[in-house]
């Protein structure tokens, strides 16, 4: 039997729970509705079982709907999350978007706005919740320019993948040219194809963009298939062992760094360090500051924590996540604040490839 | 009717987000600022917490520091070590689109 979607509403209004319980029972699968009338229940029905979309107002006492949104981004990354509000406000739909939910939306007003609105959450609840690329809908990234290629299209693919984004410019159904970080080209376009998972989004075509990649589509996503299974495999074409230094290895390699630290996320006491007499003490200083910011940006409703920059006579320091994995690097007091920056996240895209 | 106000719960608010600074002593009062009235107190007193705290066991772990910057998509926390206290700086920011380069 199929299991019929479940969503969650979140509403202070007990009429309007009402009233959208009758609006989103009539959609296609007949979902089960279940109703919150407050962000601490809402949080409290989550934790007790599993839904596939949270509604959530977001003007409620107590506890608003941006702190909501914010803890359950962090909790269940799967969850769909659609906020909706009577707030029309410049500020607030930025803050929700920087949450990274879904959809937002104003509370419908007329008959057109509310098919329009039922129509969104029919979308989202269709949406599968594997790992890929979330753009219009979830694919292989290599899926996604193989369609484009076959259909002859004309387009550019923006990837995002936490902190690295790319490019891949497609003419006339052939990839004339990448670019990923500072790379250019072939490599760019191997580059971005060894990112297992992100967002796209398609930007109107480039026709003046100069050819960089000659080889046909074809041969250049069998090239790059073949790369990512010798990487997962750890032998070389040539049947060789590879013998790569460690990713933390890398990062400690990167110019100013003076140590490198890196720590599971929810696992104390699983962290790995390169540069550090006494790396447990660095370790839970660095945890701590992360959580302690973390229930501060959830309390505020400021979205997730990007990063902890922290400069000192001694030493600089960037806290940051990604993943599961928490960072803690370490910087000569030479470096600029600018150059920290930019420095991490060749730190970070340097982990992620 | 004045009476029937007076029991009314009062609407729900969502906390926007402020611009301006304050300085906190090393107990962690604060001493002035420049936030709108009306931001709570509490959350400014929470904010001050968690930055002295994060200075002090920053030195105890071997690793000083004079400032620290915590970046969130929508707002950015500056503050500066003073004597034990600190300067504070809240500035909201725009994010980019989820879709965006970052």
């Not at chain 1, 009429?15 to 809402?42: S, V």
């Not at chain 1, 490019?167 to 990839?175: F, N, P």
């Not at chain 2, 071997?62 to 034990?84: D, H, T, V």
């Amino acid at each position: 039997m199929e299991r019929r979607p479940k969503i969650l509403l979140a509403d202070d209004n007990p009429d309007l729970l009402e009233l959208y319980r009758e609006m989103l029972a009539q959609l296609p699968g007949h979902p089960e509705i279940q109703t919150a009338a407050g962000g601490a229940r809402a949080l409290a029905m989550l934790e007790a079982e599993p839904f596939q979309v949270l509604i959530c107002d977001l003007k409620m006492p107590k506890m608003d709907g941006l702190q909501v949104l914010a803890i359950v981004r962090r909790k269940y990354p799967d969850l769909r999350t659609v906020a909706l509000t009577a707030e029309v406000d410049e500020q607030f739909r930025s803050r929700a978007y920087a949450l990274g939910v879904d959809l937002f939306w104003t509370k419908p007003a007329t008959e057109h706005e509310t098919r329009l609105f039922l129509e969104c959450v029919a979308s989202l609840i269709g949406r599968e919740s594997e790992v890929g690329f979330r753009g219009v809908q979830t694919r292989s990234l290599m899926d996604i320019i193989q369609m484009e290629c076959l259909s002859q299209s004309s387009a550019v693919l923006r990837i995002t993948n936490g902190p690295l984004s790319g490019k891949i410019w497609i003419q006339d159904g052939e990839l004339i040219d990448a670019e990923a970080a500072d790379l250019g080209g072939e490599p760019a376009f191997q580059r971005i194809l060894s990112w297992k998972a992100g967002n796209f989004e398609m930007l109107p075509a480039e026709p003046s963009r100069p050819r960089q990649i000659l080889k046909s589509y074809n041969a250049l996503l069998l090239e790059s298939a073949q790369a990512l299974d010798e990487s997962r495999s750890g032998v070389t074409a040539e049947g060789a062992p590879k013998t790569q230094p460690s990713p933390l290895a890398q990062v400690a390699k990167v110019e100013g760094v003076e140590f490198a630290l890196t720590m599971q996320a929810g696992k104390p006491g699983q962290h790995a360090a390169r540069g550090l007499e006494n790396p447990e003490r660095m370790a839970a200083w660095a945890r701590q500051s992360l959580e302690r910011f973390r229930s501060l940006g959830d309390r505020l409703g400021a979205g997730a924590l990007e990063r902890i920059e922290g400069f000192g006579p001694q030493r600089h320091v960037t806290l940051a996540a990604q993943e599961q994995t928490e960072f803690c690097v370490g910087w000569k007091n030479t470096l600029a604040p600018d150059e920290v920056r930019d420095l991490m996240k060749k730190v970070l895209a340097l982990w992620a490839s | 009717m004045g009476l029937l106000k007076l029991f009314a719960k009062p609407a729900p608010t969502l906390l926007r987000l402020p611009s301006g600074s304050f300085t906190v002593d090393r107990e962690g009062t604060v001493l002035t600022g420049t936030l709108p009235s009306s931001f709570p107190a509490n959350v400014v007193k929470d904010i001050a917490r968690q930055v002295l705290a994060t200075f002090g066991e920053a030195a105890a772990a071997q690793l000083p520091l004079a400032e620290l910057i915590i970046n969130y998509p929508s707002l950015k926390i500056s503050a500066r070590e003073l004597r034990g206290g600190a300067i504070v700086f809240l500035a909201p920011k725009a994010p980019a689109s989820p879709m965006s380069l970052s």
